[in-house]
């Protein structure tokens, strides 16, 4: 195991890890942090190269965990925990964080699902929240989604808080930041048979209970404040919305999304 201890904030190896509430500076850096134990194991456990990790030394125990998918060259930083602290710019409860390197993004080929099978894609328009967008991800992750693709405006997928609110999935699930959104879904629906499915309260919507799921489906999930517009509402085939209690319009994005994802995967494998 490659223990580095530091007793200064001034290593240069440190600085992927420094001040990281101020700024997402790594979404551009081509690098990415992961947090906590749980996700740093997924980290290791993933496609992606993971340059370093950074340890309190209070945690030191949780490389026993770890140990199976440590590789022996990987560089370990210890700092003792005021400096950890100082580095990363918060209180570093959590003791551990990962670096990993960023992959080129799949193409739309690689979305797409063999034609004849059944597959559900997610589309967020414009999800702005990290708390949100990590939900989404974990919850397609859950419900067995071939991906999810990101409109411009999105958060970073690859996130410090959005990977630490999927658990680690964003890691796993294939995911597409998309140039021109609706070009991608016009492609899938053209190219290779998908069908997009629109989440809204809007006329024309359905009941949720009694749609039929396409087989090949994209979910279509809006911004959180605007939803889906009009330019969006136009371009769905389908639309669909959860009736609500008198006097509640509609849910939380992600409380939503659980709603049809769970809606649209039982009745896919029940219809198999």
């Given amino acids: ?61 949780w490389l026993e965990e770890l140990a199976a998918d440590l590789p022996p060259e990987l560089p370990i930083y210890v700092l003792p925990h005021p400096l950890a602290q100082q580095l990363v710019g918060y209180n570093f409860h959590t003791g551990i964080l990962g670096c990993g390197r960023r992959l080129p993004e799949p193409e739309l080929e690689q979305m797409a699902a063999p034609p004849g099978e059944r597959s559900l894609l997610v589309a967020c328009i414009k999800m702005e929240s990290p708390d949100n967008l990590g939900t989404v991800i974990r919850l397609a992750a859950g419900f067995g989604c071939t991906g999810v693709l990101l409109g411009r405006g999105s ?9 630490r609110v999927s658990m680690g999935h964003a890691l796993f699930v294939p995911l597409r ?36 799921p396409p087989r090949r489906c994209v979910l279509l999930l809006g911004n959180e404040d605007t939803g889906l517009t009009a330019r969006w509402l136009e371009l769905c085939d389908q639309l669909a919305q959860i009736p609500m209690a008198p006097g509640v319009d509609s849910l939380n994005v992600a409380a939503a999304a ?15």
């Fill in 177 to 212: 930041w998309c140039d021109v959104l609706e070009e991608d879904l016009l492609a899938l629906r053209s190219g290779w048979g998908y069908t997009l499915l629109g989440a809204e309260v809007a006329p024309g919507a359905v009941p949720l209970e009694e749609l039929k």
């Fill in 258 to 272: 659980a709603v049809f994802l769970y809606h649209l995967s039982q009745e896919s494998s029940s219809a198999d």
């Fill in 155 to 163: 958060a970073d997928p690859l996130s410090r808080r959005v990977l």
């Fill in 1 to 61: 195991m490659n223990l580095i201890h530091l007793e200064t904030l001034d290593d240069p190896r440190l600085h992927p890890y420094r001040h990281l509430r101020r700024t997402n500076w790594t979404r551009y850096s081509g690098l990415f942090i992961a947090e906590g134990r749980r996700v740093v194991g997924r980290l290791l456990r993933s496609r992606f190269p993971v340059q370093s990790l950074l340890l309190s030394q209070r945690r030191l125990k």
